[in-house]
């Protein structure tokens, strides 16, 4: 069994901001996927699917950001579950806007809901690292994470969100070279090989017509 999570902060107040991009990704793979309906459990939302032959638990904790590890916890200890078996969805200020990278362990850089992560289940579980790109200075962080995505990103976010669907279920069974390819061919999409040359005309023989004339008509035209 795995258990996806997604952060964010509950409430239609923050459905759209960049700090819920973990909310989204799993809305997106429940949907794709035909996960059964959300339910309220463990301090979260929570639906039930299969993804790549893994049953797998979405599980978004409604405690809202920096006590998220207190809904994952509960989780795991219901499904006896372990650090290996927890993918995290969240967003990323160090990766540019519609970069995906995926990662284990490691530090929580200053993101609350990673802190809690850590505080109570370690810090050895998956990450699905979701750039959000930076406001520039750290002063304006708070607010940039707290902000909706502008209409200008929407463009990338979908492909984005349609890419981490597509390869859910690679990810599922712990490919992530086949889910980080699922993004891309959403994200940068295979150009084709461009119009094809015509090939150029020849230009048409010239065909003489056929001379009938007798060999003494022949001798007669050339001398008048």
Request: aromatic fraction near 8%.
């Amino acid at each position: 069994m795995k258990l996806f999570v997604g952060l964010g902060n509950p409430g239609a107040k923050y459905a759209g901001n960049r700090h819920n991009i973990g909310f989204m990704a799993l809305d997106e793979i429940a949907s794709a996927h035909h996960f059964a309906p959300w339910r309220g459990k463990f301090q979260g939302a929570l639906c039930e699917g299969n993804l790549g032959g893994e049953k797998t638990i979405l599980l978004k904790p409604e405690t809202f950001m920096n006590l998220s590890g207190q809904s994952v916890g509960e989780a795991m200890r219901f499904y006896k579950l372990t650090p290996a078996d927890v993918t995290v969805f969240h967003d990323e200020l160090d990766l540019a806007p519609g970069k995906v990278r995926v990662k284990t362990g490691g530090g929580h850089a200053g993101h609350n809901g990673l802190r809690s992560l850590h505080q109570h289940i370690g810090e050895t579980y998956h990450r699905v690292r979701m750039g959000i790109g930076h406001p520039g200075h750290k002063d304006a962080v708070a607010r940039y994470v707290l902000s909706d995505f502008a209409k200008a990103e929407q463009g990338w976010l979908d492909d984005v969100l349609r890419g981490a669907a597509d390869g859910a279920p690679d990810l599922a069974r712990g490919d992530s070279s086949k889910f980080m390819n699922a993004i891309g061919l959403r994200v940068n999409p295979p150009r084709s090989s461009g119009s094809v040359k015509k090939a150029e005309k020849k230009p048409e023989k010239m065909v003489e017509p056929e001379d009938t004339r007798s060999p003494m008509q022949k001798l007669m035209d050339k001398f008048t």
